[in-house]
């Protein structure tokens, strides 16, 4: 009996990916949070030094990124998304590993992130080893207006 394992594949992104950053957003990010960035942010932030894009795909279908930035002795994970059909097959966690491991070689200290309040994705962060450092209140403007908390939370990587 033969088996297929579909393999989470990573790798470098840069600005001709910035399409499929777009779309895995829209169908990442629900719209009610005001989570997702639009497409001239990403390529803003992008352009910086110190920032690096990493894409997932599984078969040729990118299914998740991670957009982060280093300064100094500390990084930031800017943007993490998966499908929602891809969610439960440890993309997210792959992509997270690949942030951490990738701010350990640029010699990072500490690495931090924000997330609004109540995303599952603060499950991964925690599992990964992530501390919740603050909050900041009101962080995130919904589609509604509404505002939402964001929590910041950061780890040690030596």
């Known amino acids: 009996m033969s088996r297929t394992i579909n393999l989470t594949e990573l790798r470098e992104g840069g600005p001709q990916d910035l399409p499929a950053v777009a779309r895995i957003m829209q169908d990442a990010f629900d719209p009610r949070y005001g989570e997702a960035w639009t497409s001239a942010q990403c390529m803003g932030m ?5 920032v690096w894009l990493t894409i997932a795909s599984i078969d040729d279908a990118d299914i998740g990124f991670a957009l982060a930035r280093v300064a100094g002795p500390e990084a930031e994970l800017l943007l993490l998304a998966t499908r929602p ?36 994705a603060v499950h991964l ?24 908390d964001a929590l910041t939370f950061s780890r040690k990587l030596r």
């Open 125 to 148: 962060y925690r599992r990964e080893g992530f501390e919740k450092v603050g909050e900041r209140h009101h962080y995130y403007r919904g589609a509604s207006g509404q505002l939402f």
């Open 85 to 120: 059909a891809a969610r439960g097959r440890g993309v997210g966690g792959a992509l997270l590993r690949a942030v951490i491991a990738e701010s350990a070689c640029r010699g990072v200290i500490d690495l931090h992130l924000e997330v609004r309040a109540g995303n599952e």
């Open 46 to 50: 992008l352009s910086l030094p110190g």
